[in-house]
């Protein structure tokens, strides 16, 4: 499939999901909306996809929602953003979370408001040392979407989290480092062959227990100990079945590096 706004290529176990509408920083409209979700699909579909990365095209990651498609002008009805994040954005946020491999978001630049947040739902964040985290819906009288209020206390604490939220500040990448946001920043000239050293790695490892790791780490932000350790065990025998646990037991008594099928 032609897509419009966004670019999608697949090599060598890696997708490469790119915004693609660099003269508005990458924001979403309804168009980009559909496309990201076919993309996806395309990604659950696909069965010699390990990893997903996903990025920005130009300067910037992305900055959010498009406010030309939700602008209220006068004598006009108003806007309905409410039907915009069920139709949209918890769409996109859970098939994120729900993908059963490796979600990489490489932030090449500013990420705003539904931006920031759309950073935040995938498993590992990096950035460019240059990119910043904007919280900004303050600033136009809402509440942070996309899982901005579900992430950001889990990832920073309460405290921080209602600094962001209510103040819409600027955070670095270095200091969304330091304070648990994401993973790791980069270099600006070094970030790309980081990210090709980081989702090569990913697409070699063994798919299948990277993605028990994904769920077990998500479901443990809801569990008691108890149900916890009975998810462990659970996830420990499917997994104690699988190529990969049998490819990884060999390769580590011969001494040898393991080749793994993702099966």
């Known amino acids: 499939m032609i897509y419009e706004h966004i670019l999608y290529a697949l090599d060598r176990g890696v997708v490469r999901?790119?915004?693609?509408?660099?003269?508005?920083?990458?924001?979403?409209?309804?168009?980009?909306?559909?496309?990201?979700?076919?993309?996806?699909?395309?990604v659950r579909a696909e069965?010699?996809?390990r990893v997903l990365l996903l990025t920005g095209a130009g300067?910037?990651?992305?900055?959010?929602?498009?406010?030309?498609?939700?602008?209220?002008?006068?004598?006009?009805?108003?806007?309905?953003?409410?039907a915009s994040i069920e139709r949209n954005y918890r769409?996109?946020?859970?098939?994120?979370?729900?993908?059963?491999?490796?979600?990489?978001?490489a932030v090449n630049?500013?990420?705003?408001?539904?931006?920031?947040?759309?950073?935040?739902?995938?498993?590992?964040?990096?950035?460019?040392?240059?990119?910043?985290?904007?919280?900004?819906?303050?600033?136009?009288?809402l509440v942070p979407d996309s899982g901005g209020t579900y992430f950001l206390p889990r990832l920073v604490g309460s405290a921080r989290a209602m600094g962001l939220a209510l103040l819409g500040d600027k955070l670095s990448a270095e200091?969304?480092?330091?304070?648990?946001?994401?993973?790791?920043?980069?270099?600006?000239?070094?970030?790309?062959?980081?990210?090709?050293?980081?989702?090569?790695?990913?697409?070699?490892a063994p798919t299948r227990g990277l993605a028990a790791i994904k769920?077990?780490?998500?479901?443990?932000?809801?569990?008691?100990?108890?149900?916890?350790?009975?998810?462990?065990?659970d996830l420990q025998r499917e997994l104690g079945y699988s190529e990969d646990y049998r490819e990884g037991v060999a390769a580590f008594l011969g001494k040898r590096p393991p080749q793994f099928s993702g099966r």
């Open 215 to 233: 769920r077990a780490l998500q479901a443990s932000e809801g569990s008691t100990l108890d149900a916890q350790l009975a998810l462990e065990r």
């Open 47 to 49: 069965s010699n996809v």
């Open 17 to 42: 999901l790119t915004l693609n509408r660099p003269e508005r920083l990458n924001c979403f409209n309804d168009a980009m909306h559909a496309e990201v979700r076919d993309a996806l699909a395309r």
């Open 59 to 82: 300067r910037g990651f992305c900055a959010g929602q498009d406010l030309s498609d939700r602008a209220v002008t006068p004598g006009a009805s108003q806007v309905d953003l409410g």
């Open 175 to 204: 200091q969304a480092v330091q304070w648990g946001l994401i993973w790791k920043c980069f270099d600006d000239a070094a970030f790309a062959a980081e990210v090709d050293a980081l989702t090569s790695a990913l697409a070699a």
């Open 91 to 105: 769409p996109l946020i859970l098939a994120l979370r729900n993908l059963p491999l490796p979600v990489v978001c």
């Open 109 to 141: 630049g500013v990420a705003a408001g539904a931006g920031a947040n759309l950073a935040l739902a995938c498993d590992l964040v990096v950035a460019t040392r240059s990119a910043s985290f904007i919280q900004a819906f303050c600033k136009i009288g």
